[in-house]
């Protein structure tokens, strides 16, 4: 059985620092890449950043660049997202998400993250 378990949400400050982690366990297959997304109260699931297994290539959403860093422990099929600086408007659900096989696409459960200014 596939389970993707996130940690690491919570409340912090404006201008401050947060790091979630997600960690994948169940997954026969190769992982093709491991991405965060994330949901604010009435809007679109977006993505926040994304690592690729192969050249370890990433991408950030344009709000988030220079902000935030997101990395992997290989061994440990885990993935994190450094926040630095956040701001208000970082406030949402995270959401890890790994992309593996041919068309395997597994969702963690969103861990809250509060940014208060």
């Known amino acids: 059985q596939v389970q993707l378990v996130e940690s690491g949400g919570g409340l912090v400050q404006a201008g401050g620092s947060l790091r979630l982690s997600c960690t994948a366990s169940?997954?026969?297959?190769?992982?093709?890449?491991m991405a965060w997304y994330r949901q604010a109260p009435g809007k679109q699931r977006e993505l926040v950043a994304i690592?690729?297994?192969?050249?370890?290539?990433?991408n950030y959403a344009g709000s988030v660049k220079g902000r935030f860093i997101i990395s992997r422990d290989n061994a440990k099929d885990t993935v994190y997202l450094q926040m630095n600086s956040p701001k208000p408007e970082d406030t949402a659900v995270y959401f890890c998400?790994?992309?593996?096989?041919?068309?395997?696409?597994?969702w963690g459960q969103g861990t809250q993250v509060t940014v208060s200014s």
């Open positions: 998400n790994v992309l593996a096989g041919a068309r395997y696409s597994y």
């Open positions: 169940g997954i026969t297959v190769s992982i093709n890449a």
């Open positions: 690592m690729r297994s192969g050249d370890g290539s990433t």
